[in-house]
């Protein structure tokens, strides 16, 4: 909400659908949707294909997973620590990602449109 | 009647010594929450304070607030006792539950808080006819509301009839009414913002109580992780086994299947929950809930893996027989371990003893809470002011009907929870997560990112994954044929899993595609072409 805005827009948070439509076929925000699509979409179908593996080896290959590795930690145990590893490491990932490259894309796209420029 | 209530226990005897304490605590806890509702009640003006607390949250105070929301008796109470008695497949549950919050992260957090305003169902309903997909939105927010609340509700019945000695059905009752009764008071009067630090006070405690327990188990071991393991696995009598996948959901290729049906309606629910997906709002913007995502990724993941301590900790201290004796399901093995942790009978175990009770009460009500503005504020911003009122209401009058529905919601969960005191928790909670992956989260997906997706298709993924999961669970295991199940005399179970994910989500997903490219309507493409910016964006956002 610039308060500088140029005075012609009388509602600067409400553009008209003619400039949604503008904007959602231009270049810059085809770019803002691929660099979310483009890292989201496979990182969503590798987590989820990385924990059905996990939850499938524990229903069908109990013999791996109960092999110890040290003292009474087994790879059933590894795996499952694992798995919030994982989960931590992606969610850092994406922030990194999304603070980078989507952030910025996305409050130019916002400011201009608010701005009614 | 289910044997954990015939039983007069174990833990009821030890701890109706020291009910002065427990409830002691409770009443503080009470007292303190109450406190802070009216407080938040004066400050709630307009509806954006009702229903998300001004959106001036930071997102530490949401990101606490969401784990308050998500950490329920059934992960507190629930996880520890499925570890205590079946070792590691217990432990599966705590992994579902977290990495569940990549889907919220990546998909789903930050496009619903740049275009929507109050309720999943703004987001549902964009840019498609309002009345229709408000009236689907709003049912399938309450049902898998009410389901969560049953179970709550239920585990509030069997904790305290086991905790304070109370086991006569008039007390139980008294109970559940007397938790209704506050989750009215706290959501009426507190809106969004009450609600939001009953669970922040609810997720510190619980932290707290959680780190304090795991502390103690691990100093009993000198920190070291695999002796831990190793005495649980001697003390359970199971050997080994104990260790490894298969104790519960191993037995035969039907338990096998309901465990990945279990496995998948985890992982997808969460991103459908909507008492989840309504604290998103509270934030100034989408930066704001990605960030309480992270916090809650963190607090949630320290909170799950300290449930390894708890469960194996009370594996190895505690014989599997009194575990059962207190309760068939090992509901109540993480208070047994404070009591024992502390010494059975020293003053240390009471003190221990009444304060994890104290914290699980706490979780109940808070989570309660949570729910019912879920609820309400559906009913009140969804059904009531855009399809009843067809967007004419004033704000004023449709506070009103949130504060109503809050009255009425509180009411029939407290006539449902007398009625549902006996029933299985685990199976309700499943059950709203199955439901919810099978019916909001295909819908909000569609709606999102893919453009051709229309009114038709919105329907019927909502109400084919609706029907089709609260269909095969009436006629599942959890509702009769089996001797734990709700109806244990009669058999009309003829569907085999006890969750029914693994056929209801692929059939909302499905039900969404079908529906889209069926249907007769063109879609609105400038309408999306709009929600798709806003929700990338953040332009407009409220």
């Keep these: 909400m610039a308060a500088d805005a140029p005075p012609p827009s009388t509602d600067q948070s409400a553009p008209g659908p003619e400039a949604y439509t503008e904007v959602q076929e231009s270049a810059e925000f085809g770019e803002l949707r691929r660099s979310h699509r483009s890292f989201a979409f ?9 924990y059905l593996l996990y939850v499938l080896c524990s229903n069908y290959a109990g013999g791996f997973m109960g092999t110890k590795l040290f003292g ?3 790879v059933a145990f590894v795996f499952g620590i694992l798995q919030f590893v994982t989960t931590f490491l992606i969610a850092w990932w994406y922030s990194r990602h999304a603070a980078a490259k989507l952030d910025p894309k996305a409050e130019a796209i916002k400011t201009r449109l608010e701005g009614g420029a | 009647m289910s044997p954990s209530i015939t039983h007069v226990t174990l833990a009821a005897n030890e701890a109706s010594e020291h009910r002065a304490l427990i409830i002691t605590l409770f009443v503080l806890f009470v007292v303190a929450t109450l406190g802070i509702t009216v407080w938040a009640g004066r400050q709630t003006k307009d509806a954006a304070d009702f229903y998300a607390g001004g959106r001036q949250f930071s997102a530490f105070q949401n990101g606490l607030a969401v784990s308050g929301d998500y950490m329920s008796a059934a992960s507190f109470l629930g996880i520890a006792g499925a570890i205590a008695l079946f070792g590691y497949d217990g432990f599966l549950y705590s992994i ?4 569940a919050w990549l889907v919220a992260l990546l998909l789903v957090a930050e496009p619903l808080r740049n275009s929507g305003r109050y309720t999943m169902g703004d987001v549902l309903a964009y840019r498609m006819r309002q009345r229709p997909v408000r009236t689907a939105a709003g049912t399938s927010t309450i049902i898998v509301s009410i389901f969560y609340l049953l179970a709550q509700m239920a585990g509030a019945g069997i904790l305290v009839s086991l905790l304070l000695g109370i086991t006569s059905d008039a007390g139980k009752i008294l109970i559940v009414a007397m938790v209704g009764v506050l989750m009215i008071v706290y959501v009426s009067i507190g809106g969004m913002k009450g609600t939001t630090w009953v669970q922040m006070i609810k997720a510190v405690l619980l932290i707290g109580g959680t780190i304090l327990i795991t502390f103690l188990v691990l100093l009993k071991f000198n920190f070291n992780i695999s002796d831990l393991l190793g005495s649980a696995a001697a003390n359970s009598g ?3 086994a104990f260790l490894e996948p298969g104790l519960r959901y191993g037995a035969d290729g039907t338990s096998k299947l309901d465990f990945i049906s279990l496995g998948i309606a985890l992982v997808l629910g969460t991103a459908g929950l909507p008492h989840i997906l309504i604290r998103f709002y509270t934030v100034p913007n ?11 990724i963190g607090i949630i993941g320290g909170f799950y893996l300290m449930t390894i301590a708890l469960g194996f900790g009370a594996a190895a201290l505690i014989s599997q027989d009194e575990i059962i004796a207190s ?3 090992g509901n ?5 371990l404070a009591l024992h942790l502390g010494g059975v009978d020293s003053a240390w175990g009471a003190i221990l003893l009444a304060t994890i009770s104290a914290v699980a009460f706490a979780t109940i009500l808070a989570v309660v809470a949570g729910l019912t503005l879920a609820s309400s504020s559906s009913f009140a911003h969804d059904i009531y002011a855009n399809v009843i009122r067809k967007g004419k209401a004033t704000e004023k009058e449709e506070m009103k009907a949130a504060r109503w529905a809050t009255v009425l919601i509180g009411v029939v969960s407290i006539a449902l929870g007398t009625l549902a005191r006996d029933l299985n928790v685990a199976g309700l909670v499943a059950l709203a997560f199955a439901v919810a992956a099978s019916a909001n989260l295909p819908t909000i997906l569609y709606s999102l990112f893919w453009k051709r997706f229309t009114t038709q298709g919105a329907l019927w993924s909502i109400y084919g994954g609706l029907i089709v999961a609260v269909g095969l669970v009436l006629f599942s295991p959890v509702v009769s044929g089996a001797p734990k199940a709700m109806f244990p005399d009669v058999d009309f ?3 085999p899993l006890q969750n029914p994910g693994l056929i209801s989500i692929p059939f909302g997903f499905l039900m969404g595609w079908l529906g889209t490219v069926l249907s007769k309507e063109e879609p609105d493409v400038k309408k999306y072409a709009e929600l798709e910016v806003r929700s990338l964006t953040g332009t407009g956002a409220h």
């Design chain 1, 42 to 50: 496979p990182l969503t179908v590798a987590f989820i294909v990385w």
């Design chain 2, 332 to 336: 109540t093995a993480a208070p047994l």
């Design chain 2, 493 to 495: 179970a003829w569907f």
């Design chain 2, 238 to 240: 199971k050997g080994d």
């Design chain 2, 327 to 329: 309760n068939p399901s």
């Design chain 2, 286 to 296: 989408a930066k704001a809930a990605r960030k309480s995502v992270n916090w809650a």
């Design chain 2, 96 to 99: 579902g539950f977290l990495v």
């Design chain 1, 72 to 74: 009474n930690i087994n």
